[in-house]
């Protein structure tokens, strides 16, 4: 069965293969049985909507994603809606931060799972120690590691942290987005840097948006823990906040680290 991919927005993770379109149909299209438009944001479902619509005439359409049903509970389909490369092995999380869009109710953890360097999982420290040993293994045989989905700061053990020393990593991904998220960071990433990690490998998203002096204090703290901070502007479900010329202009700065890098070294040689 030949499937089209409809995507409302093309992000870095999404697939770019001849099957895959962001826009209405083309002139001249090959033959389709179905069309997948899905949609990963709340605040892309009038244009993934729109989408339905112009596709149409072309195969019956089914819409979907995770702003439409949820995060699934199947397994990952590999290069299906994400590009190839990237992994999920887990599904879920059982924290339960109120903001998150995240399957509540626990972990699922698939023993079968594809291969590949980035890990996508929302919280893969949260997984059984079996569980881990799978994906280790399947990571031995991998380059250039990204652990995009993020490592839960709370959940980073000096054990897990050697095992991740002993693959070939490229980024390992935290989160610090509260104030009283700084300290338990700073105990990870503690711990990675004594597993022999360094700032090359550790990378920080930290969300801001509400107070500039705050954020700015918070992306200077992840700095001096040991990582790169990468800031990510709060949108919200519409995506209908309008942020003034100067919140751009520093979520770029601070998402940027040859500039991050010049600044910090200018704090440190000004003192
Ligand atoms: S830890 Fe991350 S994935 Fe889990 S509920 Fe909180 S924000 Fe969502």
Redesign the pocket.
């Known amino acids: 069965m030949r499937i089209a991919r409809v995507f409302p927005t093309k992000l870095s993770m999404t697939p770019t293969d001849q099957d895959a379109y962001f826009s209405g149909p083309e002139m001249f299209m090959p033959k389709y049985d179905v069309v997948h438009v899905s949609c990963q944001f709340t605040w892309d479902i009038p244009k993934a909507k729109r989408l339905v619509r112009e596709w149409e005439h072309i195969a019956p359409v089914k819409l979907g994603g995770v702003a439409i049903d949820g995060e699934s509970d199947q397994p990952f389909q590999s290069g299906m809606y994400l590009k190839k490369g990237i992994t999920i092995t887990t599904r879920?999380?059982?924290?339960?931060?109120g903001?998150?869009?995240?399957r509540?109710g626990g972990l699922i953890e698939f023993d079968d799972f594809p291969q590949g360097n980035i890990i996508q999982d929302?919280?893969i420290l949260?997984c059984s120690d079996c569980h881990w040993r799978l994906v280790v293994d399947m990571l031995k045989k991998q380059k250039a590691i990204e652990f995009k989905?993020?490592l839960?700061k709370y959940r980073v053990t000096p054990q897990r942290a050697e095992d991740l020393r002993s693959l070939k990593i490229k980024t390992l991904w935290l989160?610090c987005?509260q104030p009283q998220g700084v300290e338990p960071l700073r105990k990870a990433i503690d711990i990675l840097l004594k597993a022999g990690f360094t700032r090359n490998h550790l990378y920080c998203y930290v969300l801001i948006g509400d107070d500039l002096a705050e954020n700015e204090s918070r992306l200077k703290e992840v700095w001096n823990a040991g990582a790169m901070p990468f800031a990510q502007l709060f949108r919200n479900k519409e995506d209908n906040i309008k942020y003034s010329k100067e919140w751009k202009q520093f979520t770029r700065k601070w998402s940027r680290p040859a500039i991050i890098r010049n600044i910090m070294k200018g704090l440190t040689n000004a003192k």
């Open positions: 879920g999380c059982p924290n339960n931060c903001f998150c869009m995240v509540k929302n919280n949260a989905g993020g839960d989160a987005d």
